[in-house]
């Protein structure tokens, strides 16, 4: 049986708990009983992702691949990363040779190691534009829906506290947001990718570049730009306000999107995410990296919207 190192960054998620400590004592056997089974050979170093395996391999027949085992410890987002991949049939995607989803294991096509960080922001975000197109298809029944997850959240952040380090007005102006998308048809039924950014597309052979990791859910298109936005936010130094205007710009016009739609959901989207920020530290003082994230969250809310 072959023998497998995980790498020591994905070893140190150990940390997070005896659930995560006991996915990563199984994991060298698991790849290693996927590798015989699947009759494939470790041709490079392993990688890792934040909460997955990822070994580059040869199949029996010579072609170059990659296996990658994601964890099972708090994992719902990834249920469906196979039926996904498995929907987009390799258009504006990594292609997906081989699935087991029981084992949470699949065998992808294996694309280049450079992605869109290296690129001018505006340069890349035209690029993933151009991908929403072909990504954004009829959404598959299993997949959940974008209007479920946002009334769950949507009642977390009513109950936010009046004190908590967030202004209050885009607090009630994120609920009403929310609560109206909930109502309306369109929040659910195109497949989205959940957490499409820069370091999500890398370049392929096959085409120049490629979509990969989706987080899939049932929802609408236009929940899509926030992640563009808050990565590579460092850069946007000096010019914060109009460099992130000039993203969601970009990825709306080359996307042809409805500008107010997609407007609302980042603004709801950054408040989420600065609820779930608040919610992590109850009991103890903002971390310096918290404080930092909050900002960060509040400005891309004001800046699409002023």
């Known amino acids: 049986m072959n023998r497998i190192e995980v790498p020591a960054g994905l ?3 150990a940390s997070r708990g005896e659930a995560w400590a006991g996915w990563l004592d199984r994991l060298p056997r698991l790849a290693a009983e996927l590798l015989d089974e699947w009759e ?6 392993s990688r890792h992702g934040f909460c997955s395996l990822v070994l580059p391999v040869r199949t029996a027949s010579g072609r170059p691949a990659v296996l990658k085992v994601h964890t099972d410890v708090d994992a719902e987002e990834s249920d469906h990363e196979h039926l996904a991949l498995q929907h987009w049939h390799g258009q504006g995607a990594v292609q ?3 699935a087991d989803p029981h084992r949470r294991a699949m065998l992808l096509e294996r694309l280049h190691p450079e992605d869109l960080t290296g690129l001018w922001d505006l340069e890349a975000c035209e690029i993933v534009a151009g991908l929403y197109g072909r990504i954004h ?3 598959p029944p299993p997949l959940r829906t974008l209007s479920s997850y946002v009334e769950r959240w949507n009642a977390d952040l009513e109950q936010l506290p009046r004190e908590a380090p967030l202004p209050r007005r885009m607090v009630e102006q994120a609920v009403s947001l929310s609560t109206a998308l909930i109502a309306d048809d369109a929040t659910d039924g195109t497949m989205i990718h959940g957490d499409l950014h820069y370091e999500n597309v890398l370049a392929a052979d096959r085409e120049p570049w490629l979509v990969i990791d989706p987080k899939p859910v049932s929802g609408d298109p236009h929940y899509e ?3 563009m936005l808050w990565n590579r936010f460092d850069e946007l130094a000096g010019d914060v306000r109009d460099g992130l205007r000039r993203r969601f710009h970009t990825l709306v016009d080359g996307a042809g999107l409805d500008e107010d739609r997609a407007r609302d959901w980042v603004v709801v989207r950054m408040v989420h ?5 608040v919610h992590d530290a109850v ?3 903002l971390t310096s990296d918290e404080r930092t994230w909050m900002t ?11």
């Open 296 to 306: 960060v969250c509040v400005t891309i809310a004001k800046a699409v919207q002023e």
């Open 11 to 13: 070893l140190a998620q």
């Open 40 to 45: 494939l050979v470790v041709d490079d170093t």
């Open 96 to 98: 997906l040779l081989r």
């Open 283 to 285: 009991g103890r003082d």
């Open 273 to 277: 995410n600065a609820m779930w920020t």
């Open 225 to 227: 730009l926030a992640p």
């Open 137 to 139: 298809v009829p959404a």
